[in-house]
C-alpha cells in the first residue's frame, strides 16, 4: 500500500459520503400505504453507488489508478476566467440546456421536454450533421418514449403532462379511487 495519493482520499470522501447517504435513508419515515417503502429506492441507489466507491476506493489504494493530472493546466490558454469557460464549454452548455430543461417543464412536459433535452444534448456533444440529426431524433424519441411509458404504466408514477400535452390529448381521464382516499371514506 503507497502513499495516500488524491484518487484515495477522493475515494475516502465518497466512501463518507455515502455513508451520510445510507445514514438518511434509514431516517425516511416509514409510512403503511403503498407497496413499497418510501425509503427502498433512496437505500438501493446508495447502496449501489457505495459499491462503485469501494471498488474506486480499492483501485485507488492498490495503485490501478494513477493519479489523474489534466494535461493542459499549466498552459496559459486556459487561465483566469476565459480559459476556465473555453476548457469547460462542453460541461456548461450541458448544464444550461438542463437548467433549459426544467425552466420549460411545466410548458413542454416530462415527454416533450424530455426529448428536447436529449436530442439537444446529443446534438451539442455529438456534432450536427443530417445523419447525426436523424440518428439523435430516433434515440432521444425511443429512450424517452421507454422511459416515459415504464414510469406512467409500470410504475404509475405521475410525470409532469405540461401545457402542450393536455391540449393534444383532450382532459385527463378519470382515474380510480387509490388506498388514501377509500380509506378516507371515498372521493367526496
Same mark, same amino acid.
Given at each position: ?18 455513508? $451520510? ?11 403503511? $400505504? ?22 474506486? $476506493? ?47 417543464? =411545466? ?22 450533421? =443530417? ?19 415504464? $414510469? ?20 385527463? =381521464? =378519470? ?14
Amino acid at each position: 500500500m503507497g502513499a495516500l495519493n488524491r484518487e484515495t482520499i477522493i475515494s475516502i470522501v465518497l466512501l463518507l459520503f455515502c455513508g $451520510f447517504l445510507i445514514w438518511s435513508g434509514q431516517q425516511i419515515r416509514i409510512v403503511n $400505504f403503498g407497496e413499497l417503502e418510501p425509503r427502498t429506492w433512496p437505500l438501493a441507489v446508495s447502496y449501489v453507488l457505495t459499491g462503485f466507491c469501494l471498488i474506486y $476506493f480499492f483501485q485507488a489504494v492498490t495503485g490501478k489508478i494513477e493519479s489523474f493530472t489534466e494535461e493542459g493546466d499549466d498552459n496559459p490558454e486556459f487561465q483566469g476566467i476565459g480559459g476556465f469557460i473555453k476548457k469547460y464549454t462542453n460541461p456548461i452548455i450541458c448544464f444550461a440546456l438542463y437548467f433549459a430543461f426544467l425552466y420549460t417543464l =411545466p410548458f413542454f412536459g416530462t415527454l416533450i421536454g424530455g426529448t428536447l433535452l436529449v436530442f439537444s444534448l446529443l446534438t451539442v456533444l455529438g456534432g450536427i450533421t =443530417p445523419g447525426k440529426l436523424v440518428l439523435h431524433a430516433v434515440i432521444a424519441v425511443v429512450s424517452v418514449g421507454a422511459m416515459w411509458s415504464i $414510469f406512467t404504466f409500470a410504475l404509475r408514477v405521475i410525470l409532469p403532462r405540461g401545457e402542450i400535452i393536455p391540449s393534444v390529448m383532450g382532459p385527463t =381521464p =378519470p382515474t380510480l379511487p387509490t388506498f388514501a382516499q377509500s380509506a378516507m371514506g371515498g372521493l367526496a
